[in-house]
């Protein structure tokens, strides 16, 4: 509270980003209905009327404008604007006429690679036992570039259900925000919690049923957004386990992404080929409503996020000794989390063992992708 307290734009970031995309998205979904920009419904969609694309305008509009006002705009912020513009930019193009891989591809590297240029790459991270490591450049930028462009496509996969991107990144946002305000890295949490008011705005018309779709504009600003923010707000500090705290954050998109990727590689799939074995499409396949789905990643995120914090803000070890009440609580919320992932595990996997229906649609789909193959 006394860090908002002496930074508010922290909360009026937010808000604002918040208003923006809930009054824009209508207009900018008008527009993608005019200019044919929808989605139409399909076997391996989940909409059945068609929805327009482009909300990723109104979100990347929501994170600009508050942005301009609120951060001090140092090279570091410049960049990562900039590269969210040419991201968002790549994204329309794709929602407009579609892109080839390589070529899409291509287009997050060069936005991966801008804020490099501005300063925004993993030159140290401390490591356990081993204390703070320097990277020369040649290293790591080429990091940093591997990290943006897998989040941006992380955040990309798992934009297939309605409000599930949006809800996992405004998550994400209010955690890496209340991190990097405890480490002092103002722009960073200002940076953060718009992104997380945007996201919530984008809700308000992105939630079952959508009347919107992000689209590939909304899904690459926000994947690169938060991959910048974690590196210019987490990475790159002294302690050693912030090292960790990103991959917690995200590692629902990372999970998602992880096990889509192995199963497309076992059938000999191209990986950029669109399918039904995300996380989503298998709560549906067990009988979840896309509305209980998305609530139930979404409080796997938290729990996740709550275990991040608790690592950051719990002084379990300090002067190199164990506390033990501290680290008991530790213990605790991080067995909540891993409590959480197991959970879901059971439900992906042993309760559609118990159910032959299931079963049979499973099995009916993997041998067409399969013969696909």
């Excluded at 940076?191 to 909304?218: E, K, Q, T, W, Y």
């Excluded at 076992?266 to 979840?288: P, T, V």
Aim: net charge positive; with cysteine; proline share 5%.
């Amino acid at each position: 509270m006394d860090a908002l307290r002496a930074d508010p734009q922290v909360l009026y970031g937010a808000a604002i980003a918040l208003l923006i995309v809930v009054l824009l998205t209508p207009a900018v979904g008008g527009m993608a209905r005019l200019l044919g920009v929808v989605d139409n419904p399909g076997e391996r969609r989940l909409n059945r009327r068609p929805i327009p694309r482009l909300g990723g305008l109104a979100i990347f509009m929501g994170i600009l404008v508050p942005s301009l006002a609120f951060l001090d705009l140092s090279s570091e912020m410049r960049g990562i604007l900039l590269g969210a513009a040419v991201a968002c930019v790549v994204g329309a193009i794709d929602d407009f006429r579609g892109l080839a891989p390589l070529p899409k591809l291509a287009g997050q590297v060069l936005a991966a690679a801008i804020p490099t240029a501005f300063g925004v790459w993993i030159d140290h991270f401390t490591l356990p036992f081993l204390g703070a490591v320097d990277l020369p450049p040649w290293v790591g930028v080429p990091i940093t570039i591997v990290w943006i462009v897998a989040v941006m496509n992380m955040v990309n996969f798992l934009d297939g259900m309605d409000g599930l991107a949006s809800g996992v990144c405004a998550i994400s946002g209010i955690t890496f925000a209340v991190l990097a305000l405890s480490l002092g890295k103002v722009d960073a949490a200002i940076l953060s919690a718009i992104v997380a008011g945007a996201c919530i705005g984008f809700l308000r018309h992105n939630f079952f049923p959508a009347r919107i779709f992000m689209g590939d504009s909304g899904a690459l600003v926000l994947g690169y957004t938060l991959a910048a923010i974690s590196v210019a707000g987490l990475l790159k500090t002294a302690s050693t386990v912030v090292l960790f705290l990103p991959l917690l954050v995200l590692a629902v998109p990372i999970i998602d992404t992880s096990f889509v990727v192995l199963k497309r590689l076992k059938y000999n799939q191209r990986i950029s080929e669109a399918d039904q074995s995300h996380l989503h499409h298998r709560f549906l396949n067990i009988g979840f409503s896309q509305r209980r789905a998305a609530v139930t990643m979404w409080a796997w995120t938290a729990t996740l996020g709550a275990a991040a914090l608790a690592t950051r803000f719990i002084p379990f070890r300090e002067g190199g000794e164990w506390h033990p009440r501290e680290t008991a609580t530790v213990v605790a919320i991080a067995l909540a989390a891993l409590g959480f992932s197991v959970y879901i595990i059971y439900l992906l996997e042993i309760v559609k063992l118990g159910n032959p229906r299931v079963r049979r649609r499973i099995a009916e789909r993997e041998r067409s992708e399969q013969k696909s193959a």
